[in-house]
């Protein structure tokens, strides 16, 4: 396969040609904001926070779905970016209701980590308070609309890591909701097989382990890359 | 013509509050209403959530006492999922309990009510407060904060931090208490027992001169609420309701908490967010109720630990059958505080403590579940019902203040009675009329579930309902 030499943050950086930006970054070990990306299932590009700039275009690129190309000029950290990225966070924050202090997820969770790492000190959005429910009706898990970024992470490893189909998207724009098959209630999916995947990828306190306390909720996301490495590449090989 | 004074905000209270003192055409005193001016909704917008989240978020409803919320929500909690916690579990949450209790207490006595009573009703505003008890006797005051910091320290120790810990869950509690916790905690233990005697001692020299208030400050007859162990013992955390009258007789006694809506009523006043409980075979008024230390020490027979029994004793001897002045509620609190002290030093020689079977686990086994535990300023109850996934459908939450409401609005009638004449009233006698509200240590943000801090207004009405005179502080 053949490389492709490009410069990231004045870095000189070497990639292999179906990389994509951040698959180059990060192997060079340059840090780009990412909500969506889920290492061991394909990107969507949802989030938007890993937006970077290439030299010569004037939009701006999703590191996580662009591949890279040979002299590309990429920049990582720039104000303009650092600005739209906490734009992003507050909008995120402003969209559903949020509330840290008594998440399953606090001081766990990768929105808020996001947040206190961008500099998001306050949301400049007026809140929106929507009204969302929380559908505690399978027997192990819990789905929490209100904590949703709608990152989908739950609905590729249902799909494609676990085959079983159960979580999809329903609704657009601010009214899109994360559903189980046909918008049932999911303790009465008859698709789900209870892998607690979903629960595994969720980045906030979405899902939880039913029973979760504030703060409760820990995510050993290593696992999932551990079951498509094991599956793909033969390798039984744990990831710290 | 008839006059209205109104106070507000009221001080040295946690929350929002004001008092209106109604005069009649004579310019004597015909009524006073205190008033609860802020509202929080907690009831309303924890319906929907998961029953386990509860702890945590009704803990804060409460800096002061987010504690008491996450024991009595724990225990609803428990009730819910029909299990029996494992017994290290209980003895923990008893420890944290009294943690509570000290801290609360100390607060309630160093810094918001002894400034009156050791700088004097007539010392200026400005400076009756804990600075100025800070000003006037440094080593009190820092005795005070500390013994209040050591219940703080029991809090975090066991919760991992002092306000709002997520510690107790139901089925149980997260995390034990090991060793170096338990030598930290003993090692503070002389110090703050020498702090509470000292308090006691204080407080039995300033009753000899406050005389008159102990007789008008909130002095009538009532009924008496609190938790009792089996044997009729003072109780902060389990046990069962009784009921005592102002003889001390025991009209209702060993009932389950959960059955606490066939005993108490709740009534709305028009001019108030706080509600008003009643005690519901004698109906209203008649079935008023005060909880609290004073209501505890009157419904108990004995406390089990020596310091406190003997101080039980002497308390006892100050009323006819149960001690009736709410100015002694302060008395009722510093015994609380060694009574607390005391239990603390022998749990702590518990191995128990140090078990790692902490948390019984359980789905949804019952759809409704009440947890009561004694805060530290009175009964309090936690009732839910969920669905069969676990969240909630309705919320009810009574707090020790809202107990207190009846007996909070017949004491400032009973203080305006006596020292106000006609609209000009002066400052230390406004100071008086919030003290008596400051005996029963209220806690306005937790009544209401709202939150704030506690500025005063009095407003003095006249006959027609105009507003005469307003005095606003804070």
Redesign the interface.
């Known amino acids: 396969m053949a490389a492709k030499t490009l410069i990231i943050d004045g870095k000189q950086v070497s990639a292999q040609d179906d990389a994509t930006i951040l698959d180059a970054a990060t192997d060079a070990g340059i840090k780009i904001p990412t909500l969506c990306h889920l290492g061991g299932v394909y990107d969507v590009g949802a989030c938007r926070l890993c937006l970077v700039e290439v030299a010569g275009a004037k939009k701006l690129f999703s590191a996580c779905t662009t591949r890279v190309a040979e002299g590309m000029e990429v920049h990582t950290d720039t104000e303009r970016l650092r600005k739209y990225r906490r734009m992003t966070l507050e909008l995120l924050f402003a969209e559903r209701n949020h509330v840290c ?2 998440c ?1 997820s606090n001081g766990k969770c990768e929105l808020q980590t996001l947040a206190w790492q961008n500099g998001m000190e306050h949301v400049g959005y007026d809140y929106s308070f929507p009204r969302w ?2 559908d ?2 399978h ?1 192990l898990f ?1 789905l929490d609309h209100n904590r949703c970024v709608l990152c989908q992470r739950c609905v590729r490893v249902c799909w494609h890591i676990e085959g079983a189909g159960t979580k999809n998207v329903a609704g657009r724009g601010a009214r899109s909701a994360i559903i189980d098959d046909l918008k049932q209630p999911w ?1 009465d999916s008859e698709t789900c097989t209870s892998c607690g995947k979903c629960v595994l990828a969720c980045p906030t306190g979405a899902l939880f382990n ?7 909720m820990s995510r050993d996301l290593n696992k999932l890359e551990y079951i498509v490495n094991a599956r793909l590449k033969k390798q039984w090989i744990a990831l710290e | 013509m008839a006059k209205r004074i109104v106070i507000d905000p009221v001080t040295r209270i946690e929350g929002h509050a004001k008092i209106s003192i109604f005069l009649d055409d004579a310019g004597q005193v015909s009524d006073a209403e205190f008033h609860v001016v802020e509202f929080r909704g907690f009831e309303k917008f924890c319906e ?3 029953f ?2 509860m ?3 009704t803990a ?1 409803i409460c800096g002061i006492c987010p504690v008491s919320h996450l024991l009595a929500s724990a225990k609803a909690g428990d009730a819910i999922m029909a299990v029996a916690i494992p017994p290290a579990a209980d003895k923990l949450r008893r420890l944290m309990n009294l943690g509570q209790i000290v801290q609360s207490h100390a607060l309630s006595f160093f810094h918001l009510s002894a400034p009156d009573f050791i700088l004097g009703w007539d010392a200026p505003p400005a400076t009756r407060n804990v600075f100025g008890l800070i000003a006037a006797d440094p080593a009190l005051a820092r005795s005070g904060i500390r013994l209040r910091q050591f219940g703080q320290e029991i809090i975090e120790a066991l919760g991992g931090k002092k306000i ?1 810990p ?1 510690w107790a ?3 149980g509690v ?1 995390s034990g208490l090991d060793e170096e916790g338990r030598a930290r905690i003993r090692q503070r233990l002389p110090e703050a027992f020498a702090t509470a005697e000292a308090a006691l001692g204080i407080f039995l020299k300033a009753l000899e001169s406050h005389r008159e208030e102990a007789l008008i400050f909130g002095n009538f007859q009532s009924l008496f609420m609190g938790l009792v162990a089996p044997d009729g013992g003072w109780e902060h955390h389990g046990g069962r309701l009784r009921f005592t009258d102002s003889t001390g007789s025991v009209i209702a006694d060993q009932i389950e908490p959960a059955r606490y809506l066939e005993f108490l009523g709740e009534s709305v006043q028009e001019a108030s967010y706080l509600k008003t409980p009643y005690f519901k075979a004698l109906g209203l008024p008649g079935g008023m109720y005060r909880v609290g230390p004073l209501a505890r020490l009157n419904v108990c027979e004995h406390i089990g630990t020596p310091r406190a029994d003997a101080e039980l004793k002497a308390f006892k001897q100050m009323g006819r059958g149960a001690v009736t002045s709410s100015f002694l509620y302060h008395y009722a609190r510093l015994i609380e505080i060694i009574a607390g002290l005391e239990a603390i030093e022998r749990a702590l020689e518990d191995p128990d403590l140090g078990s790692g079977d902490l948390r019984a ?1 359980a ?1 949804v086994n019952s759809l409704h579940g009440v947890g009561a535990s004694e805060a530290p300023r009175g009964t309090l109850f936690h009732d839910y019902t969920v669905d069969r ?3 909630l459908k309705s919320v009810n939450l009574i707090v020790a203040t809202g107990h207190n409401n009846l007996a909070m609005n017949r004491t400032v009638a009973q203080i305006a009675r006596h020292y106000v004449q006609g609209d000009n009233i002066p400052e230390p006698v406004l100071n008086r009329i919030e003290h008596g509200i400051r005996c029963y240590d209220p806690c306005l943000s937790c009544s209401t579930h709202a939150a704030g801090q506690m500025p005063l207004r009095i407003r003095l009405v006249g006959p027609r309902g105009n507003v005469l005179r307003e005095v606003v502080r804070g």
Request: overall charge positive; cysteine-free; aromatic content about 0%.
């Open positions: 202090s008594v399953v429910g929380v505690a009706t027997h819990g303790g039913k029973g979760s306390t504030v703060g409760e | 929907g959530r998961p386990s989240e702890p945590a978020i804060r709002h997520a869950v139901p089925g997260r686990d789905g996934s676990g969240l």
